[in-house]
């Protein structure tokens, strides 16, 4: 097993996941098997309790393990399935030490920081890495892994000196370390300043790592003397010194890895930056002539010189390219509680980005604070009202996230009223399944106190309950990981978009007792889980596009195989819903999902081969465009 140590410097938000993923795309795309851990220093044992605040969203794994953000990354860039037990945490660490503790494992010795917490931690590294991700049989190649934080963090100490007891541990030609750092341009100068990554080199040997390669974060390609002195006074050789610049969207950033210099020219002019093409599948290469070939460099590093083929990258280089070509604009509206903070719904951007990629639109996502829609705030602070009023009668297709708390939620109850009387597009995840239903029962059957248990426990018309085997006494107990959901006989649009295989995060489900009475005034439940007594999915089959799911969609979206459910909702907010769901009636392929299992009817089947060509959108924030 090789392992790539990939670690941060100077400030923290460099970076450093999509920097791991991409190194993994690169790796993987040379032939390799490629798995990956991330290290987070923090106590928590997991993210599931973490506010979106502090840490954007939890990633919900199939194993039902609530993780870091980072690891969605993984996922998504690699098309792996990873476990819980590829986030390490402090609380873990500590946890399994705490525990061999107490069962006298030990024998009766002082138990430490140093040999114990560091021996745990690169057992721990050793026994993950075997584990294969890939849906192949046995352990993987390379696994890379991504330490958390900043170098010099007090609480990150003991994986520093794990980790750097772990490269003895490997051996020589195992162990291979990137860190990634800034290069700041100050604007007075305009000159790229070294010294912030000169220091953070030295604290980094000082704690006992030395990096092998340096991957350098700034808004432009390193100056050839810039490059020099880093490799000068950093005593990293200067063809493993690597820049990631500033670019359109995080797809490009493999492609800054591995730059075929007879693809593609960059030219830097000042700070702007141009892409003279000379092929149909173009890269960057930096302005002097020397390409930068993270591959070879890391394999040199790993002794994997001789077994390393060129990688092959033509389709996430045409999927790269093609994201800046897309013109036809999507609006979406995002109706949540966390609209100030992206990285809150990370996977739910990622996965609307797949979908409008795919129909060949660029998407552009309005942020609506779900509270700004209520009537209080109407009287408290009417022009934040207007606004957001106005953002969603201006868009084509709504969508309610999940969530937990009863803030905002009448606001998302009233973007699903307007949703389905407006016969706008509507995607409802999870809490947004559960407002739509809520919505319909008040609306629709009258039922004007209809409520969730969790919002008001003594509401006459309980839509959404607690599930048995929750603990209300212990509400940060969910039903977590991948569950299958079945299609039923009267599925209108749902049999051909749902993929049977779901991951799952709740704790609260749709009333049985009030289900019967639902579907009669025109609600139906389009899919239930495996019982039977859980309805997964909601649909109104006479509205263009009007669907909630129980389950989290978005968690395996993957570039290249959009979601059905989020290109569903793109495909009819953009008027092309019938060319989604009959696609061989089109002239033009829109998307390639590949081979899946199919639940229609409660059957499971082969669905056709998917279709080629996949498209990605450009902009800004990581190829969106928002507001």
């Not at 604007?187 to 990554?197: A, D, H, R």
């Amino acid at each position: 097993m090789k392992y790539v140590l990939v670690t941060g410097g100077v400030v923290s938000g460099l970076g450093k996941g999509v920097t791991a993923s991409s190194i993994g795309v690169l790796l993987k795309a040379c032939g390799l098997r490629i798995t990956s851990i991330k290290i987070d220093p923090y106590l928590n044992t997991d993210a599931g309790t973490m506010s979106p605040f502090e840490h954007g969203e939890v990633f919900v794994l199939d194993d039902g393990g609530e993780v870091d953000l980072d690891l969605g990354n993984y996922e998504r860039f690699l098309d792996i399935k990873l476990t819980r037990d590829n986030n390490i945490t402090t609380g873990k660490i500590y946890q399994h030490v705490i525990s061999k503790e107490r069962k006298g494992d030990y024998l009766g010795k002082t138990v430490q920081v140093v040999p114990h917490v560091t021996d745990a931690i690169q057992d721990w590294i050793e026994r993950v890495a075997a584990i294969p991700v890939d849906g192949k049989e046995g352990p993987a190649d390379v696994c890379v892994i991504e330490l958390g934080g900043t170098i010099g963090d007090i609480e990150s100490a003991p994986f520093i000196e794990a980790l750097g007891q772990f490269s003895y541990r490997v051996g020589p030609g195992n162990f291979c370390l990137v860190h990634v750092s800034l290069v700041p341009v100050l604007n007075v100068v305009g000159e790229q300043k070294t010294k912030p990554t000169q220091h953070s080199v030295r604290g980094l040997r000082g704690l006992g790592l030395i990096p092998d390669i340096l991957a350098c974060r700034s808004t432009k390609a390193l100056e050839e003397n810039v490059k020099e002195k880093l490799a000068q006074f950093c005593h990293v050789p200067l063809e493993y010194i690597f820049t990631l610049y500033d670019v359109p969207n995080i797809w490009h950033i493999p492609l800054l890895l591995k730059v075929p210099f007879t693809e593609s020219k960059l030219v830097v002019a000042t700070s702007v930056v141009r892409i003279i093409k000379k092929t149909k599948l173009n890269a960057y290469t930096p302005l002097n002539e020397q390409d930068q070939k993270a591959h070879l460099a890391i394999s040199k590093v790993l002794n994997l010189a001789s077994v390393v083929k060129e990688p092959s990258l033509e389709e996430w280089t045409s999927r790269a390219e093609l994201c800046d070509n897309l013109h036809v604009p999507v609006r979406i509206a995002v109706v949540g509680k966390y609209t100030g903070l992206s990285d809150a719904y990370l996977s739910v951007l990622k996965a609307l980005l797949h979908a409008s990629v795919a129909c060949r639109k660029k998407l552009v996502v309005d942020w609506v604070p779900a509270c700004d829609l209520e009537k209080e705030t109407e009287k408290q602070n009417p022009d934040a009202y207007k606004a957001a009023w106005k953002l969603l009668k201006g868009v084509d297709g709504i969508l309610v996230p999940g969530g937990f708390g009863d803030r905002g939620v009448e606001g998302k109850i009233l973007a699903a009223k307007y949703a389905r009387e407006s016969k706008i597009p509507f995607l409802g995840i999870c809490l947004g399944m559960q407002v739509a239903v809520i919505e319909f029962a008040r609306s629709v059957l009258c039922l004007q106190d209809a409520n969730s248990t969790e919002f008001k426990p003594d509401t006459k018309h309980p839509c959404i309950v607690f599930m048995p085997e929750i603990s209300i006494c212990f509400l940060a107990r969910w039903v977590l990981g991948f569950k299958n959901s079945y299609g039923r006989h009267y599925a209108t649009r749902i049999k051909k978009i749902h993929l049977q295989c779901q991951r799952q995060q709740i704790r609260k489900t749709v009333n049985p007792d009030m289900v019967e009475r639902l579907e009669k005034a025109g609600l139906s439940f389009a899919a239930k889980d495996e019982t039977g007594k859980r309805m997964e999915i909601v649909e109104l089959p006479n509205h263009p596009f009007f669907i909630g799911a129980q389950f989290h969609p978005e968690y395996k979206s993957r570039p290249g195989k959009a979601s059905p459910l989020f290109l569903g909702l793109i495909a009819a907010s953009s008027g092309e819903l019938d060319t989604v769901l009959n696609p061989a009636s089109a002239h033009q392929p829109l998307v390639s999902n590949g081979p899946k299992n199919v639940f229609a009817n409660g059957t499971s089947k082969k669905s056709p081969n998917g279709l080629a060509d996949v498209r990605y959108n450009n902009g800004y924030c990581n190829g969106l465009y928002t507001r």
